[in-house]
Antibody
Framework: EVQVVESGGGLVQPGGSLRLSCAAS????????MSWVRQAPGKGLEWVSV???????YYGDSVKGRFTISRDNSKNTVYLQMNSLRPEDTAVYYC??????????????WGQGTMVTVSS | QSVLTQPPSVSGAPGQRVSISCTGS?????????VHWYQQVPGTAPKLLIY???NRPSGVPDRFSGSKSGTSASLAITGLQAEDEADYYC????????????FGTGTKVTV
């Protein structure tokens, strides 16, 4: 079955760190661009980060300098390392597959999401 | 902050037609980047509904259609059904310094 499954969410204190994982099956993560998209409670979708098939990475302004996207081709998994977490980072984090190696295609596959709560 | 603006809500009776607008600018939709649409039932992940402005993935009913003109795009739902009650988001690419992949503000469709 072609799917992505996120894990690693949880409760963390402000200033803390967390690493999210996105395990893919049925396709190779290095052949597509992969993104993280988040959704704060009761709010809309916000693009967070992307890693292209060639390894280039980009970030949204709200997470630049604090979050790092990476992938392990041997595990067919994409990661999001989140440091210096703030209460406003509280959200469901979705892993999504871009329908191409890079560029401006649609996200044709989404995981079920993992919840991150930043609170003391 | 979303750079693509959608109406907060639209509603219609079963069988009716509704339309959702997505207004962007010269750095995204107006720059000829494709617009995609997603449907999200509360409590579930978004699902691709329309890609490349007006294309439906396999399995999406032809009641859903998309269009694009200038700096705006639209999603139309004809023959509205109860199962269409959900949140809908447009998405595109933005070439400005703070850009990349941008989503619309989202529209709640009530049947």
């Amino acid at each position: 079955e072609v799917q992505v499954v996120e894990s690693g969410g949880g409760l963390v204190q402000p200033g803390g760190s967390l690493r999210l994982s996105c395990a893919a099956s049925g396709f190779t993560v290095s052949s597509n661009y992969m993104s993280w998209v988040r959704q704060a409670p009761g709010k809309g979708l916000e693009w967070v980060s992307v890693i292209y098939s060639v390894g280039t990475t980009y970030y949204g302004d709200s997470v630049k300098g604090r979050f790092t996207i990476s992938r392990d081709n041997s595990k067919n998994t994409v990661y999001l390392q989140m440091n210096s977490l703030r209460p406003e980072d509280t959200a469901v984090y979705y892993c999504a597959r871009g329908a191409g190696g890079s560029g401006w295609y649609s996200y044709d596959m989404w995981g079920q999401g993992t919840m991150v709560t930043v609170s003391s | 902050q979303s750079v693509l603006t959608q109406p907060p809500s639209v509603s219609g009776a079963p069988g009716q037609r509704v339309s959702i607008s997505c207004t962007g600018s010269s750095s995204n939709i107006g720059a000829n980047f494709d617009v995609h649409w997603y449907q999200q039932v509360p409590g579930t992940a978004p699902k691709l509904l329309i890609y490349g402005n007006n294309n439906r993935p396999s399995g999406v009913p032809d009641r859903f259609s998309g269009s694009k003109s200038g700096t705006s795009a639209s999603l139309a739902i004809t023959g509205l059904q109860a199962e269409d009650e959900a949140d809908y988001y447009c998405q595109s690419y933005d070439s400005s310094l703070s850009g990349f992949y941008v989503f619309g503000t989202g529209t709640k469709v009530t049947v």
